[in-house]
């Protein structure tokens, strides 16, 4: 069955310091990964894309990703964070067809500490 | 580029009782989807319409759901009956075609039954 796994509910993480929401995904030939943002009471805002080419991927607010098809993995990074980034990240995957539906992950809380 | 836009945000209404949801999104999407999003839940898809074609549901739509897009513009979805289970976050995503157009979303709708 297509799945994505976000091992993490929930990663606390001091201001100023790198953190990694974890995620993985279910075995496809071809898959595009996508990671979405949400703040509370709000719809998901995309962050980054990856679709094909280089495997490391920039987004907005100072995120990257990098996708590891051996491990599949897409794993989310940012090398210091603030305030402002706590919220809730949701890794997607579509595994194509004629809908292009999104599978989401479970989520993951980033709680950024002063 | 106005955003996709839901109306209502909230809404309460009391078990058994019809409800509503209206979806507005980006003017030259042509695909439109809707997801359900439970507390610590990431979204899960429940339909997918290209222009006004419904051409997927999910199993999670039952008898009681009801979805529309009616000359491929807006849409509508509409739950018959409800239950204490229907109490969730609907969400609404609208995209071009390609499949790597990627999905954007609408703040929702969070529906509480009482």
């Known amino acids: 069955a297509q799945s994505v796994t976000q091992l993490d509910s929930q990663v606390p993480v001091f201001e100023e310091a790198p953190v990694e929401l974890r995620c993985n995904y279910s075995s496809s030939v071809s898959v595009y990964l996508f990671w979405y943002v949400q703040y509370p009471n709000q719809g998901l805002q995309l962050l980054l894309k990856y679709l094909s080419g280089s495997t490391l991927v920039k987004g907005i607010n100072g995120f990257e990703a990098e996708f590891n098809k051996s491990q599949t993995s897409f794993h989310l990074r940012k090398p210091s964070v603030h305030i402002s980034d706590t919220a809730e990240y949701f890794c997607?995957?579509?595994?194509?067809?004629?809908?292009?539906?999104?599978?989401f992950g479970t989520g993951t809380l980033l709680a950024v500490q002063p | 580029d106005t955003g996709v836009s839901q109306d209502p945000r909230h809404k309460i209404t009391k078990r058994g009782q019809n409800v509503t949801f209206r979806c507005d999104p980006i003017s030259e999407h042509n695909r439109l989807y809707w997801y359900r999003q439970t507390l610590g839940q990431g979204p899960e898809f429940l339909t997918y319409f290209q222009n006004e074609a419904q051409l997927e549901k999910s199993r999670l739509l039952s008898d009681r759901f009801s979805a529309e897009r009616p000359k491929g513009s807006f849409s509508t979805l509409e739950i018959q009956r409800t239950e204490q289970g229907d109490s969730a976050m609907y969400l609404c995503?609208?995209?071009?075609?390609?499949?790597?157009?990627?999905?954007?979303f609408g703040d929702g709708t969070r529906l509480s039954i009482l």
């Open positions: 997607a995957v579509s595994y194509g067809g004629a809908t292009n539906k999104l599978i």
């Open positions: 995503a609208s995209s071009l075609s390609g499949r790597d157009q990627p999905q954007h």
